[in-house]
């Protein structure tokens, strides 16, 4: 099982971080693309919906991100356009739904599955969007590294924290094992990583930048406690079983869909006021 996670890490990690690294906007948009049709099916499985209903909100969640691509073209200059501004905030406030779910989860009843289906269709291509717009807006990929660190630093330290010292349940009818000492451990070390990223690329520690990823790391906790209640919702373990030895590719980036767009809005709002 363990190499079986190493072969395929390995072959996903490889591509994906060669195109945040060296690719332009555009091509790390294709790139990424082709993981957003496969969440989409995932996504709608959690919705209960059935196979012809798969592919056609595959479809629409596909054609959704290809309009961005074919009629708001040059990625680098996304950060000018309202639209943009717009989408960021509303995926946003999506996640602030979703956090509230996750609080009143109980046990049994999750969210309405047409309301499922609904904000999969903002929140995966607000996903694609975010990741492409922190590549435009410094392509060196900083921004991207930065985001990806603060989610898995998150998740590591709250692991290891939380085994050492967890005592307190933080949803223990979503995920039993989160604990809140966990997650306080968890933002600790994802705010040291981030930190030492930024100051690594240049950023400036302002207090917005701060707050920003101090924000950034406790919204995290969510997208991947959110994906759990729809799991136990539909009654299965993974999204798919796509990924041998991870799951689905929505069991690898739901931390991620809650961070991006919360971390790339707050940068946008940094470059435009």
Known sequence: ?????FITAV???VPVLTAIFAASPAVLGMILSLFCVPAAWEWANLAGMGKVQKLGYG???GGAIVAMAIFAPAPETWFDQDWVLVLMSVASICWVWAVAKVLT????????????AAAGVLLIPATWLSVVLLKAMMPNGGLILILMFLVWGADVGAYFTGKRFGKTKLAPKVSPGKTWEGMAGGLVAALALGTILALAFGLPLTGWLIGLMLLTIIISVPGDLFESVLKRSAGIKDSSNLLPGHGG??????????AG????????LMERL
Not at 105 to 113: I, S
């Open 261 to 268: 767009p919360i971390f790339a809005l707050g940068i946008l």
């Open 59 to 61: 479809g629409l969640v």
């Open 1 to 5: 099982m363990l190499k079986q996670r």
């Open 11 to 13: 072959v996903l990690a």
């Open 105 to 116: 989860f109980d046990g049994e009843n999750g969210p309405d599955r047409a309301i499922i």
């Open 249 to 258: 590719v929505l069991d690898r980036i739901d931390s991620l869909m809650a």
